[in-house]
């Protein structure tokens, strides 16, 4: 019995283990892309290492994996996150009747905004 | 009449009835109730995420420009931290479950330690970026004046300083509720047999993880293209 709970214990710390080494790859991945690969869809290919991140973790570092339960409402929930955020109000984002009114969505007023103020501090943060 | 004790019943798979004597052992029940919870941050974060990518399509430049100076090596070191954390966390949980309890409470020093290191390095970045003058409230975030950065970067800023100040709330929230888990363990209400309340933890550190792993591409990376970056 005690064997068997041993053998147990090190196989879990194994997969802990491959996982971070997952993790590990997937961000040596995030670091390179930006200059190494696909450097034209630098925002969606970010996105989707972000995603397979978040599935590992959530697989195994958060034991998602085969609880059914727990899976069925994370589903429910981006179906909801997708239905009311991103159809709902994206649709009404874009039929935005004030937007020339809004600073932030018109253009205009942030370009000129930009060109009165800030033109001189494009320059890094951090040198 | 109104106060009298009425028992609560709960029936098993058979049909049988039984009188329910503490629901503290609903591992189970404590688990999906902490998942609810979790279901409540991820709205929160994931309406700041909605908000920047609307921001991100309006701004497009603007963003990238700010992007690419933010310190991708304080920013990826952290990322590195984090992951490590989890680990210790997940192996601290291991631990518990299968009797090791001082190896546990180790595990779960290792991760405050861990915490407080992403704190010190986000302490520092932040110092440094207050000292170039992008800090909320200061001249270069205040739209409307000589000083100040083009409107998307406005917006850029803004948010990277809410969103990353809102995690670091998280990190210090882990710190304290570690430290209570530690208590717990010490007095005993926390046990190999009873260990829902570290398992819950557990999964509240690997949320503050699964939130930086969105939040690092999203503020560091997208601009890491560009020249005239920072590192």
Do not use: C
């Not at chain 1, 034209?40 to 339960?69: D, N, P, R």
């Not at chain 2, 591992?27 to 941050?41: D, I, N, Q, R, S």
Request: no cysteine.
């Amino acid at each position: 019995m005690s064997t068997e709970i041993t053998k147990s214990y090190k196989e879990e710390q194994a997969g802990y283990f491959k996982v971070l080494a997952g993790l590990l790859l997937l961000t040596a991945l995030t670091f390179i892309q930006p200059t190494m690969f696909m450097e034209s869809a630098t925002f969606a290919v970010q996105m989707l290492i972000g995603t397979v991140k978040a599935w590992l973790i959530l697989m195994y570092y958060m034991h998602l994996k085969g609880e059914k339960l727990i899976i069925m409402f994370t589903y429910f929930s981006l179906f909801i996150v997708l239905v009311f955020f991103v159809i709902v109000i994206g649709f009404d984002v874009v039929n935005f009747q004030y937007g020339e009114l809004s600073h932030i969505t018109s253009g205009d007023a942030a370009a000129a905004a930009s060109e009165t103020h800030g033109a001189a501090h494009a320059e890094p943060a951090h040198h | 009449m109104s106060h009298e004790y009425v028992p609560e019943i709960a029936v098993d798979r058979d049909g049988k009835e039984h009188t329910v004597q503490g629901w503290q052992d609903d591992f189970y029940g404590a688990k999906l109730g902490f998942w609810l919870f979790m279901f409540t941050e991820v709205l929160m974060f994931g309406a700041m995420f909605m908000a920047l990518t609307y921001y991100f399509t309006l701004h497009h430049d603007d963003f990238l420009i700010a992007s690419s100076s933010l310190n991708r090596v304080l920013g990826g070191t952290n990322t590195v931290v984090l992951l490590f954390s989890a680990l210790t966390m997940g192996l601290g949980l291991l631990k518990m479950r299968h009797g090791d309890v001082k190896g546990a409470k180790l595990m779960i020093w290792a991760t405050i330690l861990l915490a407080l290191v992403f704190l010190g390095i986000k302490a520092v970045e932040w110092t440094a970026e207050y000292n170039h003058g992008i800090f909320l409230g200061l001249d270069a975030l205040q739209a409307g004046n000589p000083s100040s950065k083009p409107f998307g970067q406005i917006l850029f800023f803004g948010m990277y300083f809410t969103m990353t100040g809102i995690h670091g709330f998280h990190i210090i929230i882990g710190i304290g509720i570690m430290l209570w888990l530690l208590k717990r363990i010490n007095s005993g209400k926390v046990s190999p047999e009873h260990y829902i309340l570290h398992f819950n933890i557990a999964l509240y550190w690997d949320l503050v993880h699964l939130i930086w792993v969105f939040v690092f591409p999203y503020y560091y990376m997208i601009g890491a293209g560009l020249t005239g970056g920072a590192h």
